[in-house]
T-cell receptor
């Protein structure tokens, strides 16, 4: 059973608008969460992270929100740009410093 | 030059063959990982190594083995390849301090026929 779930396989957004990517998790022992971005023919790259003691972390156009009671996190990209088109993976840190990844969401930003 | 390199980038092999995927890194990181990516399943951890003498099984280690030849080199072997090992394989590295920020190689696309 997947501990980290990204229920939307894909998302299409107009350039300049907000992109919201969602992620749910089941393991209440996760204490650190991350987002990775992946372009075709490349490996994933780290984007942004958040500790379980925070509810928000911001880095430029990217903001991650964490709702521990709902076991839910989201990534907001504002404003969205065509170069943001990629696969976005949500991940959580498991005991032993291992990462557990979600299945990914394909984001398409239309110009 | 890329910090994390993987060879080969693409490989087609037959069922039952032994195959090795290699990974090298120039980042000086102590931790290295092997993942596989399958559609709809995301990235799943196969094996990981926190230093040269430390090898650990991940979520899906059956059918795979690894060797950490040096701090910079971590290879993945499929002893007897089977079709359901067809996938995209990624090597990654991280520093023990920022272990969550993993640096991935470009991937190896493996097809087992």
């Amino acid at each position: 059973d997947q501990q980290v779930k990204q229920n939307s396989p894909s998302l299409s957004v107009q350039e300049g608008r907000i992109s919201i990517l969602n992620c749910d998790y089941t393991n209440s022992m996760f204490d650190y969460f991350l987002w990775y971005k992946k372009y075709p023919a490349e490996g994933p790259t780290f984007l942004i992270s958040i500790s379980s003691i925070k509810d928000k972390n911001e880095d430029g156009r990217f903001t991650v929100f964490l709702n521990k009671s709902a076991k839910h996190l989201s990534l907001h990209i504002v404003p969205s740009q065509p170069g943001d088109s990629a696969v976005y993976f949500c991940a959580a840190v498991e005991y032993g410093n291992k990462l557990v990844f979600g299945a990914g969401t394909i984001l398409r930003v239309k110009s | 030059d890329a910090d994390v390199t993987q060879t080969p980038r693409n490989r087609i092999t037959k069922t039952g063959k032994r195959i090795m995927l290699e990974c090298s890194q120039t980042k000086g990181h102590d931790r290295m990982y092997w993942y596989r990516q399958d559609p709809g399943l995301g990235l799943r951890l196969i094996y990981y190594s926190f230093d040269v003498k430390d090898i650990n099984k991940g979520e899906i280690s059956d059918g795979y083995s690894v060797s950490r030849q040096a701090q910079a080199k971590f290879s993945l072997s499929l002893e007897s390849a089977i079709p359901n090992q067809t996938a995209l394989y990624f090597c990654a590295t991280s520093d023990s301090g920022r272990y969550y920020e993993q640096y991935f190689g470009p991937g190896t696309r493996l097809t087992v026929t």
